[in-house]
């Protein structure tokens, strides 16, 4: 089923504005964060307006009401990411809390000096970083699946990896940068082959794909709900439940507890282990919101339109004279395109396109290793999602025109 764009893009109020006389906005920045429907806005207005109470702790109306309300919007995650249950939907702050509770929880307690894990080239500083960090405290190992010129992950180069017996594989399902789509099923299950567990970090895939715990097998999934038209300030770790109920706590405080007496504690049961203090909870209903807003367009529907607009833009982007542009094919990626244009900064090229409304990001993504690879310090990125049209895409070329010719 087509999208019906013109529906779509009512439900998002800002896509209407005017950011200064004559000039519309053209949104092209989705990978950064998604713009939120009518749907998710309202059903945080309505929360506050009238259900507002703290959950878990009231036997009162509202506080009953909210907690219904904030482990109703657990259930639908779950049942969107087909989770076998919602205890194993743990809320985070976003996919770098996610992962790091990983780092923190899991790897502190399982892995020793000398262990490996396996990164890719490809990721995103919140799926470097919590390694470093525990690499210089305990002396893990990392290594790194490569990343070819044409922007795919070298699977040979994995399976060779694979011999030093890793006992974590950590990886994007999709490139923040050059949009590649990873064959995460496989890496997962290569990885469990050779005796590792996997996370995969699926902040850009949750938004853009139809994913499935139960097909994908991963151990833990990371993603953030500000990239699938939900609020800031809310996310999910997925985890196995072996894996989970054998984790100890990540943060300690009220609401992950069972008992506490003045020199110890019972940690609570799944999830409510890994969920200390007072929740986002406005930002739990609105993330709920979200995955019955993508639900109700339907995922096929959503990732069919992205390839259609990606496509055409990889087309009209190619034929720009002294434009290079990132990444593989546009059957291997999802919708995202990162360039180079010969003699202009990528930042001013936003900052020019930015005086025509056009909304692109400059910089390294937060993937300044992928972009040392390629041999640049940035890139500017344009990238779509549900709401994107060709027409947006035209704009952007026009745009592009606009600068080389500034810039002689
Ligand atoms: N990438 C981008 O503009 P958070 O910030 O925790 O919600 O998501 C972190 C993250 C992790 N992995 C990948 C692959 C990501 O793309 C991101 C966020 C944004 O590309 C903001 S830097």
Redesign the pocket.
Known sequence: MTLDLKKIRNDFPILGRQLRPGVRLTYL?S???AQKPLQVIEAMDEFYRKFNANIHRGVHTLAEESTALYEGARERIAKFINASSARQVIYT???????NLVAYSWARANLKQGDLVILTEM?????LVPWHMLQAERGIELEFIPVTQDGLLDLDAYKTLLERQPKLVSF?H????LGTINPAAEIVHLAHQAGSIALV?G??SAPHLKVDMQALDADFY?F?A??MCGPTGI?VLYGKTTLLETMPPFLGGGDMIREVKLRSFRANSLPHKFEAGTPAIAEAIGFGAAVDYLTSLGMDNIAAHEHEISEYAMERLEEIPGLKLFGPSADKKGGVASFILDGVHPHDVAQILDQDGIAV?AGH???QPLHEKFQIPATS?ASFYLYNTKEEVDLLVKGIYKVKEMFG
Do not use: L
């Open positions: 920045d990978t950064a964060t702050r976003n996919t770098t809390e996610a992962i990721e995103h500083h919140s799926n994007t999709m490139s923040n940068v970090d902040a850009q990371a953030s500000h990239k996310g990001r993504h937060c993937a990125r």
